[in-house]
């Protein structure tokens, strides 16, 4: 059974509006998150992470939320570029016992021009 | 450039045929991953090595196998294909600080 879910298979959002991307976790243990970013034929690419000490980390367009009483992320993409385009993954994983990461099945963001 | 080479990009494997997927890395992480990418599954763990001469089994192992001869190598076996192994498969590895894997380009493999 799939510890880290993403409900959402994909989004379409206008060119400059806001992307809002949201992953839910099963594991309570989980203590590290991260947001991956796929374009076709080519591997997964680190986007961004948060600890679990933290709720909110921001880098540049992208900020990730953490809320782990509801044991729910999510990635806001400010504005959204049609170079966002891609299918993004989240992550978990325990890293006080090793650097596995779980990920989710993926979100794949539409920009419209 | 840094980074991780996987070969071949792309293969069509008849059923029951043995098959080494290479992954060979140069930044010199400890830690390695085989993943498979599957519509609607996600990137899904298959082996790991977290240092040169030992591996462990990720999330679903059954059909492969993976060894770590040293630092920069990590090759992963089919012994006897199968279709249901169909998939794209990424080669991983991540430092000790484990933040942030890098990725290879993967293999797009058809079992037929």
């Known amino acids: 059974d799939q510890q880290v879910k993403q409900n959402s298979p994909s989004l379409s959002v206008q060119e400059g509006r806001i992307s809002i991307l949201n992953c839910d976790y099963t594991?309570?243990?989980?203590?590290?998150f991260l947001w991956y970013k796929k374009y076709p034929a080519e591997g997964p690419t680190f986007l961004i992470s948060i600890s679990s000490i933290k709720d909110k980390n921001e880098d540049g367009r992208f900020t990730v939320f953490l809320n782990k009483s509801a044991k729910h992320l999510s990635l806001h993409i400010v504005p959204s570029q049609p170079g966002d385009s891609a299918v993004y993954f989240c992550?978990?994983?325990?890293?006080?016992?090793?650097?596995?990461?779980?990920f989710g099945a993926g979100t794949t963001v539409t920009v419209r021009a | 450039i840094a980074g991780i080479t996987q070969a071949p990009t792309s293969q069509i494997l008849a059923a029951g045929r043995r098959m080494t997927l290479r992954c060979t890395q140069d930044m010199r992480h400890n830690a390695m991953y085989w993943y498979r990418q599957d519509l609607g599954l996600g990137l899904r763990l298959i082996h790991y090595?977290?240092?040169?001469?030992?591996?462990g089994k990720g999330e679903v192992p059954d059909g492969y196998s993976v060894s770590r001869a040293n630092t920069d190598d990590f090759p992963l076996t089919l012994a006897s294909a199968v279709p249901s192994q169909t998939s794209v498969y990424f080669c991983?590895?991540?430092?000790?600080?484990?933040?942030?894997?890098?990725f290879g380009s993967g293999t797009r493999l058809t079992v037929v």
């Open positions: 090595s977290n240092t040169a001469g030992t591996t």
């Open positions: 992550a978990a994983s325990l890293q006080l016992s090793d650097y596995k990461l779980s």
């Open positions: 991983a590895s991540s430092d000790e600080t484990g933040i942030g894997y890098t």
């Open positions: 594991n309570s243990m989980f203590d590290y």
